[in-house]
């Protein structure tokens, strides 16, 4: 007797109800998570090992993805924070001299629920349309129990789960630079160590006490998930303050930019779809330059006067306190434009300027 081909659906269904029906690549199961969609064109091993989308299940509007493989190098984070990823068409046969592996394989070994085949486009335009909501990704077909557990899903605390648990330490030079590490992107290590830095990768929880008695030349504060408002944070942003209070110098980037503005009275609040993707373009007041950027954010500072701000909906994209600094985009640029690594050496230089005090 022939045996019979296990079926390979795997359904969709929202918060608001609609359902998509595609197939399973990468590990078949079942995910909740926050849906949220990227439109970069490449840069996916990026996107997937970024720690900022944990909790999340991430849709690529680009259709094509995974032809250039698999590329360890190219990892952000050496984990896969996302719930779920999914994509209209997964490249098989992946074509670059640096490939190790299928992407597929590469979820399937992780773990990750992966959705093939369905339209992506359509998805998007919801999630643009509605905001962003949950979902669920299931084998079988969706139950009212299925919606209930999408509209019942939230995640805490993200922060703790995605940070570094004890210290690490990279790079050398002259200079020592404090990295709160919030679930840091590699691309802003490598970025500060290739500019003479030695950094220290602390726990999120540590303490200002701590971070002064390693005396650094600077702090910087990591990119990295959920809402920068969340009780939860709030022992990070007393820390922050009481960093600010000693005049060190500080640099935030993505969340990092949310924490510092928190700490320094201000508020935020969740856009309706975020920015996600590496085609953002925002502008710096001081100079009227626009810069391509790589983002990855669903909340935006509130603030009437800001540093840079987005062209397309206006909202802040970055903050100057004098020695302190911070921007809501990613200048380390890692799957993304180069365009504002300048950043780093405007940190060196406020560094070096505190040093010479």
Known sequence: MRALKM??????????GAIFKGE???????????IVFTTGMTGYL???????????????TFPLIGNYGVITPDFE???VSARAYIVKYPCNGPSNFRSEGVLGDFLRERGIIGLSGIDTRALTRIIRENGVMNGKITVAPPTEEDRAEVMAYSFRNPVAAVSTPSLLKT??????????????????????????????????DITAREIMETAPHGVM?????????????SVIIDTIRIILQNGLPIFGIC????????????????????HRGANQPVKELSTGRVYITSQNHGYAVVAEKSSFINVNDGTCEGLDYGDSFSVQFHPEARGGPLDTAFLFDRFIEKM???AAR
């Open 352 to 354: 070096d300027a505190y």
């Open 221 to 233: 504060l990591s990119n990295g998930p959920g809402d920068p408002a969340d009780p939860a944070n």
């Open 46 to 60: 990026e996107t997937l090992t970024d720690q900022s989308y944990y909790g999340q299940i991430i849709v690529q």
């Open 255 to 274: 969340l990092g930019h949310q924490l510092l503005a928190l700490a320094k009275g201000y508020s935020t609040q969740k856009l309706k779809f975020g």
């Open 77 to 79: 984070s050496r984990t």
């Open 171 to 204: 790079g050398s030079g002259a200079r020592r630079v404090a990295l709160m590490d919030f679930g840091a992107k590699l691309g802003i290590q490598n970025e500060l160590a290739a500019r003479g830095c030695e950094v220290w990768s602390f726990p999120h």
């Open 7 to 16: 079926s390979s659906a795997a359904y969709l269904i929202l918060e608001n």
């Open 24 to 34: 399973s690549f990468g590990a078949r199961g079942e995910a909740v998570g926050e």
